[in-house]
């Protein structure tokens, strides 16, 4: 079983910046496909960003040049570091797990707002 435990969300002014962690525990392989998704309200579920076990990375156009995703092997941990933050980014961010199945922690809120 594995157990995802996302942190960092919060309310940030227009233009801000944040970072999202996820620590993952349990019986993790290594080779496993990372992603972050976010829910807006009323909105349907959709992907930020991915990232292979090689490292290679793929972004929505929405946060292109915007938002960075990484991984810390050593500390089973993904990050999400957000810059110019918008109100369109205001959603509950997901993080998610590929290995056998999809497994998706619990979410963080991110709110940007004046």
């Known amino acids: 079983q594995v157990q995802l435990v996302e942190s960092g969300g919060g309310l940030v002014q227009p233009g801000g910046s944040l970072r999202l962690s996820c620590v993952a525990s349990g019986k993790i392989f290594s080779g496993t496909h990372m992603a972050w998704y976010r829910q807006a309200p009323g909105k349907q579920r959709e992907l930020v960003a991915r990232?292979?076990?090689?490292?290679?990375?793929d972004y929505a156009d929405s946060v292109k040049g915007r938002f960075t995703i990484s991984r810390d092997y050593g500390k089973n941990t993904l990050y999400l570091k957000m810059n110019s933050l918008g109100p369109d980014d205001t959603a509950v961010y997901y993080c998610m797990l590929s290995s056998g199945r999809n497994y998706w922690g619990q979410g963080t809120q991110v709110t940007v707002s004046a």
């Open positions: 990232i292979t076990p090689g490292g290679s990375t």
